[in-house]
């Protein structure tokens, strides 16, 4: 009876501390939980923060740009013209002046010219009017008509449209690009190229310039680059970025275009 | 006074010698769990005293029954967020002041008898508070590690105290009843005393004020 009772006792007494130290572990291990929730929700927030900024930062340069565009075509283009039609219309008798007045006439109908194709570029309502591979040809032209580099624009596959929104930032890519590549590299030939396949869509920019390596670039803090990155992923594009000295560089866009743009459902674009 | 009563004071000892010498790294409730430890301590001390030269150290245990329990819940008091709960913290040390002193003056006299009618009550309190707290933790979670974290370990402390304490008594009862030898049960009081403070000891090397600071912004 009384080994009964010290067994009972003992069974009691390791089933009570069981219970607590069960408790305990039960405890941790739902705090644990808690905190890893807690965690992807915080970061969910951030990730939803930073992309609500992107879009901001994004929206306000494009107004910029949009305004920039107005401004060119309505005034500077505008001036140019009566410019043009004052020279036309002066009397100057001499035949040496009259032919300097002429040549500078083509010179402001050139300008004027150019003064609309960038007015062109740096309007958003222009780019996702014409959509990208039309705006990028007519970049292209732009390009190669000015002498700076050489330029070739290839389209690959069966053209699908990807939606205003990414035509917009994909050009606005490019001219990141292509700006680094005018003032850094020293490039003679840039090569573009559009490639459209069922579920996935790559935009390429390649040139032949210098190059540059990873810590030359974090050096002048990668500005273009990051900037790159940023407007990729706002779309939902990875941008990889190729570069080696002498080597020239390649800057990779790879967008699937079946993925949500925002998550957002309301959202024009919420469908690319 | 054998082994296992001086072993214990020695941990009394270290405890609050790890309280003072983190003191000025502590928060308030863990500053407040200091200075339980060495009353505790002084109350271990003067108990054989008392017993020796008055044959009773009914007093010792009424005076640390009620200061165990203004320590324990004041420390709580700064531990919980929510405001209810704080109120009633303090309803609950005044109306078991009051208890108290009604209770030495009527039921269990000061001088002779152990205040069993407030100690079962208090350690009640303990139980739901600690559970209060666990719960509050999981409504709040901190970014660091639970085993880093002093609340944790002062919780589990109350509430390992709190639990074993009426499993205490029980088989106390049980052991009288049975006339069962009562070393076992001596052995037991004083290894819920070590675990009990043994946890006190690391919720007080764990507590960091510039940590609380850190996860309170």
């Known amino acids: 009876m009384h080994d009964e009772s010290i067994r009972v006792l003992a069974l009691l007494t390791t089933a009570f501390f069981a219970g607590i130290t069960g408790f305990i572990i039960y405890f941790v291990v739902l705090y644990r939980n808690r905190q890893l929730k807690n965690k992807q929700e915080q970061e969910q927030l ?21 305004y920039i565009s107005g401004e060119i075509h309505d005034n500077i283009t505008q001036v140019l013209s009566f410019v ?52 990028l040809e007519i970049e292209v032209e732009r390009i190669n008509n000015s002498g700076l580099i050489q330029t070739n624009l290839l389209i690959q596959g069966e053209y699908y449209t990807l939606g ?44 032949d310039g210098l190059g540059f390596s990873a810590d030359s670039a974090a050096k002048y803090s990668g500005l273009g680059l990051n900037n790159i990155r940023t407007r990729a992923a706002l779309i939902g594009a990875a941008a990889v970025i190729e570069s ?13 275009p079946f993925k949500r743009l925002y998550d957002d459902r309301n959202h024009s674009d919420s469908f690319g | ?11 009394l000892i270290i405890v609050s010698g790890t309280g003072i010498v983190r003191y000025r790294k502590l928060t308030m409730p863990f ?43 004041t420390a709580y008091y700064f531990l919980f967020k929510n405001k209810l709960i704080k109120k009633t913290i303090v309803t609950s040390l005044f109306i078991a002041f009051v208890f108290f002193c009604i209770n030495a003056v009527f039921f269990q006299p000061f001088l002779t008898k152990f205040p069993t009618y407030v100690y079962f009550p208090t350690q009640v309190l303990f139980a739901i508070f600690s559970l209060l707290l666990f719960k509050e933790m999981l409504m709040y979670p901190l970014k660091i590690n639970i085993i880093k974290q002093s609340t944790f370990w002062y919780n589990t ?44 000891g690391v919720s007080l090397l764990t507590d960091d004020k510039n940590i609380a600071d850190k996860n309170a912004r």
């Open chain 1, 46 to 66: 951030q990730a939803e923060f930073r992309q609500e900024l992107l879009k901001a930062q994004i929206e306000m340069q494009e107004q910029t740009l949009n």
């Open chain 1, 84 to 135: 043009k039609l004052n020279l036309k219309v002066a009397d100057y008798g001499n035949e040496v002046v009259k032919k300097k007045i002429e040549e500078s006439r083509e010179l402001i109908s050139q300008a004027i010219n150019d003064l609309r194709n960038l007015s062109k570029s740096l309007s958003f309502e222009h780019i996702t009017k014409l959509g990208l591979v039309k705006t």
């Open chain 1, 164 to 207: 205003e929104q990414r035509d917009l930032v994909l050009f606005r890519i490019f001219q990141e690009v292509l700006n680094n590549t005018l003032k850094h590299s020293g490039a003679k030939h840039l090569k573009i190229n559009l490639q459209y396949h069922p579920e996935l869509f790559n935009l390429t920019v390649q040139d």
């Open chain 1, 244 to 256: 080696s000295p002498g080597k020239g560089c390649c800057v990779i866009i790879t967008l699937n």
């Open chain 2, 1 to 11: 006074m054998s082994i296992v009563p001086i072993s214990y004071c020695i941990l």
């Open chain 2, 31 to 73: 500053r407040v769990l200091t200075w339980s430890v060495p009353t505790i301590l002084v109350y271990n001390i003067l108990s054989p005293i008392f017993s020796a030269r008055y044959k009773t150290n009914a007093p010792i245990l009424q005076l640390e029954c009620i200061t165990d329990f203004t320590f324990y819940l």
């Open chain 2, 157 to 200: 402390a109350m509430l390992f105290y709190a639990t074993t304490m009426f499993f205490y008594f029980g088989l106390s009862n049980y052991f009288g009843d049975h006339n069962f030898h009562d070393l076992i049960i001596y052995y037991f009081w004083y290894f819920i005393l070590f675990v009990f403070h043994i946890l006190i």
